[in-house]
């Protein structure tokens, strides 16, 4: 998929177990920069290409919260979409992702509360074949 987010509406009730959504974005300098500044985290590890070669990473690395931000994006425009409010996510961070990577962030529904009006994701970031961020999600759709 390309980085053209279809904003979809669904009721809670248009929802299934396994629905899902994916949305991919490659990682550019001006991304990382970008983030840091928003975020305030210039970790050199993130911001300096001599830093990291002596890293244990060996060159830079994104943010991880730049990644899993990707999960808000397919929430707020795919499934559910506009109107939904995130309540909680859980993030396990497997491994790094570089600069020029292409992570590709997939969200699928796991349950649904009718009566609270929640659903509930299972998250997850890919760079190829590598998992790069598991977790899961829990939506407020009003």
Do not use: W
């Not at 210039?42 to 899993?68: Q, T």
């Not at 979409?81 to 992702?97: A, E, R, W």
């Amino acid at each position: 998929m390309d980085n053209k987010l279809i904003f979809d509406r669904f009721t809670i009730e248009d929802l299934s177990i396994g629905m899902g959504a994916s949305y991919s974005q490659t990682i550019t300098d001006t991304d990382i920069k970008a983030f840091a500044g928003i975020s305030g985290d210039n970790n050199p590890v993130h911001m300096s290409d001599e830093y990291a070669e002596n890293s244990r990473f060996k060159k830079r690395i994104a943010h991880g919260l730049m990644s899993a931000s990707f999960f808000s994006a397919l929430f707020g425009t795919k499934i559910p979409g506009p109107g939904c409010v995130y309540v909680s996510q859980t993030l396990n961070f497997k491994k790094p992702v570089y600069l020029n990577d292409t992570v590709t962030a997939k969200v699928t529904v796991t349950d649904i509360d009718l009566k609270r009006k929640r659903v509930f994701f299972k998250t997850e970031c890919k760079v190829k074949a590598r998992t790069v961020i598991t977790g899961e999600a829990e939506i407020y759709i009003p």
